[in-house]
């Protein structure tokens, strides 16, 4: 089956500082990856959309300047928090869809969690 | 604006009961509706329903979309306590957007 990783899995740093996330399908080209947040006891919200190559499209009310989205490649994209504060202190989860088959439906990577000090 | 409601969000049922979670939305340029199931890390997949009145099947869950009500209902028979869990109900837009519900969390007692 279609498979997503996320790194790292667990992230703690100091206010100010900028966490880069990894999203990578492993065994299938991801034509699209979705980027949500997930605060506790909530459902997931949809941050941005990005597609290989592309600008990322963001959600209303998503800084594009404070989360910044790359996708390098049709296996990896990248959310940066830049200059992160307590209050980006969330549960980050990316998912990936392919072509084909696999376009069926979109595959989750395990998440990061990540706390602002 | 495109919204998904679930209810009920939060049930305890006791093991071998059967329970019902239900799936409302209201989506512009609706595709299909998904189903997940997440426990303490990210969703995973249950169902994808795109067409009305047909039953998706799967071990003890089953899920069915009516899009004239634009309802879905996720069941579960015989619930272990494995089945605990929260279970998400998406809306995924012809623009490749999915929108989630607040999730139903579902408690199994032995």
């Known amino acids: 089956g279609a498979v997503v990783s996320q790194h790292p899995s667990w992230v703690i740093c100091k206010s100010g500082t900028s966490v880069k996330i990894e999203c990578r399908s492993l065994d299938f080209q991801a034509t699209t990856m979705f980027w949500y947040r997930q605060f506790p006891k909530q459902s997931l919200m949809l941050m941005a959309t990005s597609n290989e190559g592309s600008k990322a499209t963001y959600e209303q009310g998503v800084e594009k300047d404070k989360f910044l989205i790359n996708h390098a490649s049709l296996t990896l994209s990248t959310l940066t928090v830049t200059s992160a504060h307590p209050e980006d202190s969330s549960f980050y989860i990316c998912s990936a869809r392919g072509p084909g088959a696999i376009r069926e439906t979109q595959y989750f990577g395990p998440g990061t969690r990540l706390l602002v000090l | 604006e495109d919204k998904v409601v679930q209810s009920p969000l939060s049930l305890v049922v006791h093991e071998g009961d059967t329970v019902t979670l239900n799936c409302s939305y209201e989506?512009?340029?609706?595709?299909?509706l998904l189903w997940y199931k997440q426990e303490k890390k990210a969703p995973t997949f249950l169902f994808m329903l795109t067409s009305s009145g047909i039953e998706k099947k799967s071990g003890r869950l089953s899920s069915i979309l009516d899009k004239k009500e634009l309802f879905s209902i996720l069941n579960i028979t015989a619930t272990q306590t494995g089945d605990s869990a929260v279970y998400l109900c998406?809306?995924?837009?012809?623009?490749?957007?999915?929108?989630f519900g607040p999730g139903t969390s579902l408690s199994v007692i032995p």
């Open positions: 998406a809306s995924e837009t012809s623009y490749d957007k999915v929108i």
């Open positions: 989506v512009t340029n609706f595709r299909s």
